[in-house]
């Protein structure tokens, strides 16, 4: 019964202080033991009840304790009194104490005035008058209420109080106690306890997961899961609580389990968090890939009964670690292994580890740059998927196939037969290829490097597969369509090092060898005189002598080495233009031959035409040789590019007119001036019948364009009858003279000019 007057944070010795208060009050004014045992509980009562009769001291002795009690109090304590049950006014204010005064900042003789109801919260008041009214019935012996008081400056103080009935004297009255303590402070934890909870629910319910705490035994029998837990898991919360429909370890996919529970041992036995990532199924039987973070909570005893943590669905982070990881070994267009997976692959089975032999079979497509360039992008991407498809159509298990360069389709075999097996693999290549790449015109090469056992690195290997496949490339056409890496190609992998290193040494101005021209004189058929010099380049190294531009020129594009080389080979053939100047030479033609790349250059025109300028000569006497291939990129581009050399009056003749991609009907739109017939139609001039060759068809249509027609390579008497009878404008070939260097070509000159 205690309890009615117990209040928050009292102590025991306080509330006997203002019992024994109460009491003293009680003593003044006798009262009801009923009201007595309301307020104080029944023992209390009686107990003070009897003391009533035994004791005998003094009146004002106890008035005295009474009100040092009242007044020393640290509690608000009011006695009023309002009018006897069903009279309206209730609430005026006997007396308070000074812990009162303070708590509601009122004082006595204000409080005694305004009453208590003017100074509640109009809210509780309104809650109040309920329990008051049960009270003032007899009802009920006493109530408690947490209320809030207004004090004079409008702030509101929380105060829980006590109220129960009480007589002390005015007997037409009816009189009550009402004890209180400010808890404000309570309320204001309270609140924002509440606050917290409440931010912590949203963010529970947020989690892109679920926030859970279990206890530490092989099923992770969940005694708490958020909100989350069915999102995540497809189980409602109640299913897994106490593992009621499942446990949580028959969510972990079964090859996780083990090792969830050895790391999560671990971390409890080191006291640290446990992290994981492994799979969960769903209620829908999906696998989902989740992030758990967790700990043990230490018990008084110190043993972790339980763990507590969050459990994050990563399924989207895992999906694009994926992908990431597939693009970084994937070629996008064929979606077959890219360079960095073969090189990887290499790196493990060819490293030299003396265990079984590999094997790279490269396949290499030309041609499809053209087609690209041509048809667009779309449709070569179309032909290397299907060549893609076709090819995986022969891998076996132990065959590896990646696309690691523009074009280069590579099979790695692990442990093979011996050559045997890497032949009939090109046969099933060529045999696969066939039909579909020679409809579109597209050559192609297989070239083949055994891994021995003291292995090699991937760099390395993969370039001796670039080599033998280029080579394999370049006899497309002939019989055997595949290659295999030998010592001889070894030897030229390691010629064309140094021939790389000396050209970027002359390019940098250094090195030992020299990069020089030589002049091939070209013939007018009419009257047999020298029309002009070709300029061929020409490359001298001391370890390995002369080197033709048919091996360098090749070297210096793949290196970008042309660039400056080509502008150093124009200043040569420039100067040697002057020279012939010198010599009374005027009406000559010298020509240059210019790589795509120099040509492509945006620079390139007004470079060469400033140089022009400042060497003195005249743009008349240049003819720039350019290869037709290059008119397969765009020919309005090459067209746009050499308009102002054209008008400065420069001449542009296609070099090796027939071989490369354009058509005599793509000629027409090309606005050059010359096409040099290449050496391939000469020779056949040589043993074709003349009705059967097609050179006079060329040469008509090259007049009827306007354009002058020269044959190169003409080696004997009966090619120059031909094209002369078919009215070829001039000839260039050693029938004539071969290439030579410059006072030669003076002497030449000198001995065929009348
Ligand atoms: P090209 O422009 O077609 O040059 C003609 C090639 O045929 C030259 O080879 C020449 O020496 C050779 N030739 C001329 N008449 C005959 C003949 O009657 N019989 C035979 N068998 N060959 C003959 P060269 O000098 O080895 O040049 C090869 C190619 O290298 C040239 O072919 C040209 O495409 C390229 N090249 C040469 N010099 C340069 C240069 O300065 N810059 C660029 N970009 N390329 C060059
Ligand atoms: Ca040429
Ligand atoms: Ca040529």
């Known amino acids: 019964m205690m309890r009615q007057l117990l209040i928050h944070g009292l102590d025991a010795k306080t509330i006997h202080l203002i019992q024994s208060a109460v009491s003293d009050a009680l003593y003044v004014r006798p009262v009801a033991k009923e009201t007595l045992e309301a307020a104080l509980g029944e023992s209390d009562a009686l107990a003070l009840v009897q003391e009533q009769g035994s004791i005998g001291e003094s009146i004002r ?19 009023s009194h309002g009018l006897s049950p069903g009279d309206t006014i209730i609430d005026e204010i006997l007396t308070v104490n000074p ?15 305004l009453g208590w109801s003017a100074i509640t919260h109009p809210e509780d008041l309104e809650r ?13 012996p006493s109530y408690t209420i947490e209320k809030r008081y207004v004090r004079p400056d409008g702030s509101t103080v929380w105060a829980e109080i006590v109220v129960a009935p009480i007589n ?53 029998t969940m005694l708490y899961v958020s909100p989350g837990c069915e999102r995540l898991t497809g189980y409602s919360q109640e299913s897994l609580l106490n593992s009621r429909e499942i446990s949580f370890n028959d969510l972990i996919a079964p ?16 006291g640290l968090s ?147 097996e890497l032949k009939s693999l090109a046969d099933a290549v060529r045999e696969q290829l066939s039909t579909p790449l020679a409809m579109e015109g597209i050559g192609w090469g297989i070239g083949i490097v055994e891994v021995g056992q003291k292995g090699g690195d ?34 030229q992998l390691y010629r064309e090092e140094q021939i790389t290193g000396e050209l970027s040494a002359i390019a940098s101005g250094e090195g030992t060898g020299r990069l020089y021209l030589v002049y091939q004189p070209v013939i007018t058929i009419a009257d047999g005189s020298v029309a002009g010099f070709e300029a061929l380049a020409r490359l001298e190294i001391p370890a390995l002598g002369i080197i033709s531009p048919l091996q360098f020129i090749p070297i210096t594009e793949r290196t970008k080495l042309i660039i400056p080389l080509g502008d150093s080979i124009i200043i040569e053939a420039l100067r040697f233009l002057g020279t012939l100047y010198k010599r009374g030479y005027e009406g000559l033609t010298l020509s240059i031959n210019i790589s795509a790349l120099q040509l492509l250059k945006k620079e390139f025109s007004p470079n060469l035409l400033r140089t022009i300028r400042a060497m003195g000569v005249k743009a008349q006497n240049i003819c720039l040789e350019i290869t037709e291939s290059i008119f397969a990129a765009n020919y309005q581009e090459i067209n746009r590019i050499l308009k102002p050399l054209r008008n400065a009056g ?51 249509m090259a007049h009827k364009l306007g354009h002058c027609v020269i044959a190169e390579g003409v080696e004997e008497e009966v090619q120059l009858q031909y094209l002369a009878k078919h009215g070829c404008d001039k000839v260039q070939g050693y029938l004539f003279a071969k290439p030579m260097d410059e006072e030669r070509a003076l002497q030449y000159l000198s001995q065929h000019t009348r």
């Open 274 to 420: 446990y992290s994981g990532e492994y799979e969960i199924i769903t209620r829908l039987g999906e696998r989902k890939w989740v992030w758990e973070l967790g700990q043990g909570i230490v018990s008084e005893n110190g043993t972790v009964d339980e763990l507590e943590g969050l459990i994050l669905s990563i399924n989207y982070r895992k999906r694009m670690e994926a992908d990431l990881l597939y693009h970084s070994r994937h070629d996008l267009v064929t979606g077959l292994y890219n360079r960095r997976h073969l090189e990887e692959l290499l790196d493990t089975t060819c490293a030299g580890r003396g265990g079984e032999h590999c094997a790279l079979v490269a396949v290499n497509l030309s041609s499809l740059h053209a087609s690209a360039m041509t048809y667009g992008y779309l449709y070569s991407q179309e032909i290397l998927k299907e060549v893609a498809q076709q090819l995986q159509a022969l891998c076996k298990p132990a065959y590896t196939l990646s696309v690691i360069h523009e074009y280069q389709f590579v099979f790695h075999i692990q442990g093979y037969a011996g050559k045997e």
């Open 168 to 220: 002390v004297g005015r007997d037409d009255y009816y009189n009550h106690i009402c004890l209180v303590q400010d808890i404000s402070q309570r309320k204001l934890i309270e609140s924002s306890l509440k606050e917290s909870e409440r931010s912590k629910g949203v963010l529970l319910s947020h989690l892109p997961g679920m926030a859970y705490r279990c206890k530490n035994d092989a099923d992770w």
């Open 99 to 113: 812990k009162f005064e303070e708590i509601v900042g009122y004082s006595k003789e204000q409080l005694l005035r």
């Open 128 to 140: 109040e008058r309920e329990p008051f009214r049960r009270l003032l019935s007899g009802e009920i």
């Open 458 to 491: 991937a760099q390395d290997l993969l370039r001796k597969l670039l080599v033998v496949s280029e080579q394999a490339l370049q006899r497309w056409g002939s019989e055997s369509t595949h290659l295999f890496f030998d010592e001889q190609m070894e030897t």
């Open 650 to 700: 420069i001449k542009i003749a296609i070099d090796d007119f027939g071989t490369g991609y354009s058509s005599l009907a793509r000629e027409r739109e090309l606005e050059v001036d010359c096409l040099k017939v290449d050496k391939f139609f000469i020779d056949k001039l040589s043993h074709i019948s003349e009705d059967r060759s097609i050179t006079s068809d060329i040469i008509s």
């Open 61 to 79: 002795e106890r008035a005295e304790r009474f009100d040092a009690i009242f007044g020393q109090a640290p509690i608000g304590i009011t006695i």
């Open 255 to 270: 090859s996780y389990v083990q090792q969830v529970h050895r790391d999560w041992k671990e971390a409890i036995a080191s």
